[in-house]
């Protein structure tokens, strides 16, 4: 899994904006979810936002009006665009993808942080 910050870095004022990509290789066939999880300092990795190859999404409460994941089927993208930023944001994610054998694929992190 290929991801990309735009814009450049990650670093980033409280009250502003992200957006995450990340494009999952040729070689890993039939996706069905793709999607980002996150891992604070000393905090276990958890989810915050996923969505399926039919469009239905499932994003953590802490983000909920704050971020918008969207996908794109034919190319095998993910976005995750990150609104309103809190420092409580702050954190490594990772990209994920499941393909229909339940085959799990991570992405080797970005690191996110909210400081002013």
């Known amino acids: 899994l290929m991801c990309s910050c735009r814009p450049g870095g990650g670093l980033v004022q409280p009250g502003g904006s992200l957006r995450l990509s990340c494009a999952a290789s040729e070689s890993i066939f039939s996706i069905n979810i793709m999607g980002w999880y996150r891992q604070a300092p000393g905090m276990q990795r958890e989810l915050v936002a996923v969505?399926?190859?039919?469009?239905?999404?499932n994003v953590a409460d802490s983000v909920k009006d704050r971020f918008t994941i969207s996908r794109d089927n034919a190319k095998n993208t993910v976005n995750l665009q990150m609104n309103s930023l809190k420092p409580e944001d702050t954190a490594v994610y990772y990209c994920?993808?499941?393909?229909?054998?339940?085959?799990?694929?991570w992405g080797k992190g970005t690191q996110v942080t909210v400081s002013s």
């Open positions: 994920y993808a499941e393909n229909t054998l339940n085959m799990n694929y």
């Open positions: 969505i399926t190859s039919g469009g239905r999404s």
